[in-house]
């Protein structure tokens, strides 16, 4: 039930953009996104129910396609403090939550 | 809102040890999850209750591994006959019961068997 993520990790300059992808191969109620620094606790970023496409958080947004089950984080004009890693959570019938194995990203000046 | 709490922020025991770790939630949640963390991965899921009804385990957790909820508000999670491999960061989180309510992490209690 785990979801899978990918990349595993991504190197950007600050301005520059990227894209964190989620897939679950069972139908999802719901994904999440979290963002964790080394040694703290993720950080809830954003939620997308399905079909939604919601900006939450700076200049980060997501979709959910639900046909595919999948989910993307899209961050934009990148700054130094974007830099951490990113997991997807993903809910199932309401349920318990499971993580990806995240997306370290890394932002440089 | 405090936040979640865990205790203790460390521990380190010796192999074959028991150890209790504790986990209060932000105190209108409901839903109270148990997950382990190792270097470089994600979140792997543990348990987790609503209330103080446990609603689902892992089968991955073996059955050293029990955890509870008394009363609906604060968790214990004890793990019995320490192995090296439960070496991890084990996080607590909080949440409402709904599916989209996000969830809140503790700061977690980092385990160190020798």
């Known amino acids: 039930q785990q979801p899978v993520q990918s990349p595993q990790a991504v190197i950007l300059r600050e301005g520059e953009d990227a894209v964190i992808n989620c897939s679950s191969s069972?139908?999802?109620?719901?994904v999440h996104w979290y963002r964790q620094k080394h040694g703290e606790a993720p950080v809830f970023l954003m939620i997308l129910l399905k079909g939604g496409e919601q900006k939450g958080h700076e200049k980060i947004s997501a979709s959910f396609n639900e046909k595919k089950q999948q989910s993307s984080l899209y961050l934009t004009a990148s700054q130094l403090s974007y830099s951490g890693t990113y997991f997807c959570g993903t809910v199932y019938n309401n349920n318990d939550m499971r993580f990806g194995a995240g997306t370290r990203l890394t932002v440089k000046p | 809102d405090t936040g979640v709490s865990q205790n203790p922020r460390h521990k380190i025991t010796k192999r074959g040890q028991n150890v209790t770790f504790r986990c209060d939630p932000i105190s209108e949640h409901n839903r109270l999850y148990w997950y382990r963390q190792t270097l470089g991965q994600g979140p792997e899921f543990l348990t987790y209750f609503q209330n103080e009804a446990q609603l689902e385990k892992s089968r991955l957790l073996s059955d050293r591994f029990s955890a509870e909820r008394p009363k609906g508000s604060f968790s214990t999670l004890e793990i019995q006959r320490t192995e090296q491999g439960d070496s991890a960061m084990y996080l607590c989180a909080s949440s409402n019961d709904r599916g989209n309510s996000p969830l809140h992490f503790g700061n977690g209690t980092r385990l160190t068997v020798t």
């Open positions: 069972k139908a999802l109620y719901s």
